[in-house]
């Protein structure tokens, strides 16, 4: 008997999929239990799992994760929608690995004032209104001095979202490591910065400060808040993990392979 929760979008083939799943754990006395569940199925895509994901930030440790993907195969999700039966066998009858993968915690400050947020994608800093400036400090050395519309960190599990698309590097499973990006970077004479994104060790302590983030942005997976009033940002991997219960293994390659 195990408590459970479903996560599911709203589309018809989700819905199908949640209802065939939670007649088949009813059927073995399995509990639906929203508040407090041992296992979360999501039902969607690696979006739907990031919401998941923040829904439980406060449990973290006591949840496991299963995704299906009703799309192509994702990088959070292991079955495809036509492998529902599989997924129900594989859950009540097999033993999962469990893949624990750390989340982004981003602090903002403000004098005293500090705020702490988690990411597992991504953390970026962005600016469409004008021009931002960022001092980047690694492990308190300073790096540079970045001007364009912002600067995205993430880690492995995030290098294939939002960094991708502005020609971040992707990292294969197994790579630890905490990668800047540049978004939109201002390079001439007057101004420089690396250009290419860099990637530092996991243990890195990233900081972002100016004068003035008025008009900035930190987005962190899907959520946002105004830098209006802040002048540091740190960006570094939290503790807090997100559990991925993997009941057989699947190919970093063919995951990849699904995106494009
Ligand atoms: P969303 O609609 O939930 O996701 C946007 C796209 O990003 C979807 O196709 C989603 O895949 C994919 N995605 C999410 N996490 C991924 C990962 N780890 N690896 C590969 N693809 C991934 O958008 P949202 O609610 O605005 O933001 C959620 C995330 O989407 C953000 O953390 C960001 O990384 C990503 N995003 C990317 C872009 C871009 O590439 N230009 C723009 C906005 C947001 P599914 O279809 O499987 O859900």
């Given at each position: 008997m195990k408590r459970f929760y479903i996560s599911a979008k709203t589309d018809e083939i989700s819905k199908g999929l949640n209802n065939k799943l939670k007649d088949a754990l009813f059927n073995n006395d399995w509990i639906e239990d929203?508040?407090?569940?041992e296992i979360v199925f999501t039902i969607g895509g690696d979006g739907t799992f990031l919401h998941a994901v923040h829904k439980y930030l406060n449990q973290l440790s006591k949840i496991n994760f299963v995704g299906i993907h009703t799309g192509t195969l994702g990088f959070y999700t292991d079955?495809?929608?036509?492998e529902i039966d599989q997924l129900i066998q594989d859950v009540l009858f097999k033993q999962p690995k469990i893949e624990a993968i750390r989340m982004l915690k981003i602090e903002t400050k403000n004098g005293k004032l500090k705020k702490g947020l988690y990411a597992l994608n991504e953390a970026r800093i962005e600016n469409i209104i004008k021009t931002q400036t960022i001092h980047v400090y690694i492990n308190d050395e300073y790096l540079e001095m970045f001007r364009g519309n912002g600067l995205c960190v993430s880690a492995q599990a995030g290098s294939t979202a939002y960094n991708r698309s502005i020609n971040g590097a992707v990292m294969s499973m197994g790579i630890e490591g905490l990668q800047i990006t540049e978004i939109s970077g201002i390079h001439h004479r007057a101004s420089r910065s690396l250009g290419s994104p860099l990637i530092v060790s996991s243990n890195s302590n990233i900081v972002f400060k100016n004068d003035t983030f008025s008009n900035a942005v930190l987005c962190y997976d899907y959520k946002h808040t105004s830098l209006?009033?802040?002048t540091e940002i740190t960006i570094k991997l939290s503790n807090k993990k997100v559990k991925i219960a993997r009941f057989r293994p699947t190919s970093y390659i063919r995951r990849l392979q699904s995106l494009f």
């Open positions: 929203e508040k407090s569940p079955y495809e929608a036509e209006d009033e802040m």
